[in-house]
């Protein structure tokens, strides 16, 4: 079976310079950000994320055959930019996840960025990158300007996904509160809680009733969510109000998304498993600042069969992106 990594990032070098002091590496502008050392541990990770030829040189070693890309959002945020710039630096980004797709073919799926300060531009860029520079799925944050993405302002976005079908892969791109600047709880724990505030907005908003055939993909395996909704269920009945835009009880909605397995505890893993399903899970390691062998993790779960494990390990994540 073909192995995927659904989950590895690359960064255009010339985007980064503008963007990484306005990231959740330096506070969204509250302090400076200083590079890595280019001989330090996370200086080499940023090396993996501008050289293609380092990064087959990992798949090889590690078994995996194919790497769906996706731009480092964390650094190339642009959600500072006013429209214009942003439209000009996403498409930059998509420019390279281009080059790196076209420069190994048979390796690298390519993914999107979309400047979603402007839903006009927006869509624009997204006609450009799937039929100009052929990429096969969109790479999306949590939230633009402290919305979430079920917000009505983005259903124009949801209709031209769902008429293209475009398969989504999500990926916030840091938590704006700077308590979380401390002890780096902002990837601990605020990524989690991110993906938790999306799927919350995308379910409640009634995003997933109007557009079921949608295929969305959530990092970091869906964060909280999956492991915390009976309190989204109790409001059903306690506070009927919350559930006004949707069919179902909150929870059956968890297995409208396929989750990444970026969780680094197989317990985790398993609980996840338990509760969606092996049929919804595709690998993902965070490639090149995670898990170093996601293959082995994935084996390290006894609740999945060898064909279920082929299915995380490749299988689902091809059938999703409409490989051979």
Not at 118 to 146: F, H, S, W
Not at 287 to 304: E, H, I, N
Not at 305 to 322: F, V
């Amino acid at each position: 079976m073909t192995v995927v990594d659904f989950h590895t990032h690359f960064v255009q070098p010339e985007v980064m310079a503008q963007t990484a002091p306005h990231s959740v590496l330096a506070g969204f502008g509250d302090h400076s950000f200083e590079p890595p050392p280019g001989d330090s541990a996370r200086g080499q990770q940023i090396v993996k994320m501008v050289d293609p030829a380092a990064v087959l040189e990992d798949m090889d070693a590690r078994g995996i055959d194919i790497h769906v890309l996706s731009s480092s959002t964390v650094i190339l945020n642009t959600s500072w930019a006013d429209p214009a710039h942003q439209a000009e630096l996403e498409s930059k980004v998509n420019d390279e996840a281009a080059r790196w797709a076209a420069s190994a073919p048979e390796r690298f799926v390519g993914s999107f960025t979309l400047p979603l300060r402007d839903i006009a531009r927006a869509l624009e860029e997204l006609e450009r990158a799937m039929t100009d520079l052929q990429l096969k799925l969109v790479n999306l944050p949590a939230q633009i300007d402290g919305e979430y993405l079920g917000a009505p302002r983005y259903e124009p976005l949801w209709e031209a996904l769902a008429g293209r079908g475009v398969p989504v892969f999500f990926h916030p791109d840091g938590i704006r509160d700077l308590w979380f600047q401390n002890y780096s709880l902002w990837n601990s724990i605020g990524q989690p809680i991110e993906e938790a505030k999306l799927m919350s907005s995308l379910i409640l908003e009634g995003v997933l009733d109007r557009h079921p055939d949608l295929q969305l993909v959530v990092s970091h395996g869906g964060g909280y969510l999956p492991h915390y909704f009976g309190r989204l269920d109790r409001n059903v009945t306690n506070m009927p109000d919350s559930v006004r835009n949707i069919s179902a009880r909150p929870s059956e909605y968890l297995r409208r998304f396929y989750y990444d397995t970026c969780v680094y505890d197989v317990s985790i893993l398993d609980a996840l498993i338990r509760r969606v399903g092996a049929d919804r899970l595709v690998m993902g390691a965070d490639y090149p600042v995670g898990d170093d062998d996601p293959v082995a993790f994935v084996r390290q779960s006894t609740l999945v069969d060898e064909a279920q494990r082929a299915a995380i390990t490749g299988g689902t994540a091809a059938q999703i992106l409409g490989l051979e």
